[in-house]
């Protein structure tokens, strides 16, 4: 981990700058409507070695400027990059960054790898996980690892011994942050609650969570199944070379985890997927993982209990006994905002 970058402003349209703290999500200060840009800045002490400001997380398109210069730019919500500030080495000097959302005229839901959460809550926008001072030389992408898991013709093993897997499925809800970024605690929290439930895996429904969550079910010999966040796609986004790349982005930061028992490619989209996609992002997604455990589709197939924290894992618990406070969300059935 690197030395973290918190303390910012943020300016939405003409309005005057306002302290935040970073991570930081808009949607509950200012209209979910409202697409960008809102323009982020600090001041930031550059140390004298090599070094690189790595945004681990941006929703959706970012430019970044440094002392008033144009230093990099970015697409994509769930992938981490960075911007050299070897240049800028032992200075002082202002860092800007520019955010337009998704869900807007300009980047629609539909149109990039929104995943499903518009659909059940809402978009968001901003630097919803947190910006760090790293060396210039710490990789980004990781080269995949060996895993916990293992086939034994149509057996699963598990550290060694025969494993059912058992899941919870997670949307990554989280609307009192404003974004899917849960602290270490909250994380915890779930882990343990799921857990106690007799669960063994956690399904990340088409959104990437932080790989601190990951490594927490690591510790405790948990699997994990990460569906990546293409969501019933319209036929045209599999034209653009854009998709396949900010997928490929996301496989290699991801695959250094060895709780992953399961990648699948999205869900819902097989109807509107060309074939060679398919095969395309199945055969270059299987190269960057090292791993032959790659669903093709995951409609019907998962038996999983919907969870977006702690208390909703209660209030699924209480449904099972009869409690009316485990009645599902409402928001759940409404239709996306922009």
Request: charged share 25%; with cysteine; net charge neutral.
């Amino acid at each position: 981990m690197g030395l973290a970058v918190e303390r910012w402003t943020v300016q939405y349209g003409d309005e005057g700058p306002r302290e935040v703290r970073v991570p930081h999500a808009w949607g509950q200060d200012v209209s979910v409507e409202w697409e960008g840009p809102a323009l982020y800045k600090t001041m930031l002490e550059v140390p004298k070695r090599p070094c690189a400001l790595r945004f681990h997380g941006v929703s959706y398109a970012c430019r970044v400027t440094v002392a008033g210069r144009d230093v990099g730019a970015h697409e994509g919500i769930w992938d981490a990059w960075d911007v050299d500030l070897s240049p800028y080495c032992g200075t002082t000097v202002e860092v800007g960054l520019e955010v337009v959302k998704n869900g807007g005229r300009l980047f629609p839901v539909e149109s990039v790898l929104s995943g499903f959460l518009p659909y059940v809550h809402q978009t968001w926008g901003g630097p919803f996980r947190p910006v760090e001072l790293v060396s210039r030389d710490e990789p980004i992408d990781e080269a995949p690892v060996s895993s916990r898991i293992a086939l034994e013709g149509r057996k699963i093993r598990h550290d060694g011994g025969y494993a059912f897997p058992r899941g919870v499925l997670h949307w990554g809800w989280y609307p009192e942050v404003g974004g899917p970024e849960p602290g270490e605690a909250e994380i915890a929290r779930e882990i343990a609650t799921i857990r106690a439930m007799g669960f063994n895996m956690v399904k990340f429904c088409l959104w990437l969570p932080p790989h601190s969550y990951l490594e927490q079910l690591d510790d405790l010999h948990m699997m994990s199944w990460l569906e990546l966040p293409l969501w019933a796609a319209r036929q045209e986004l599999f034209d653009e070379p854009r998709i396949e790349e900010e997928l490929e982005r996301i496989v290699r930061q991801y695959r250094r985890h060895r709780c992953i028992a399961a990648w699948t490619i999205g869900c819902q989209g097989e109807s509107s997927r060309p074939r060679s996609h398919r095969q395309s992002a199945s055969r270059r997604s299987r190269t960057h993982v090292g791993t032959p455990r790659l669903p093709a589709r995951c409609a019907g197939i998962e038996s999983t209990v919907t969870i977006k924290s702690s208390s909703s894992i209660s209030r699924a618990v209480a449904s099972r006994s009869g409690d009316p406070a485990g009645t599902p969300n409402p928001a759940s059935s409404r239709a996306p905002p922009r």
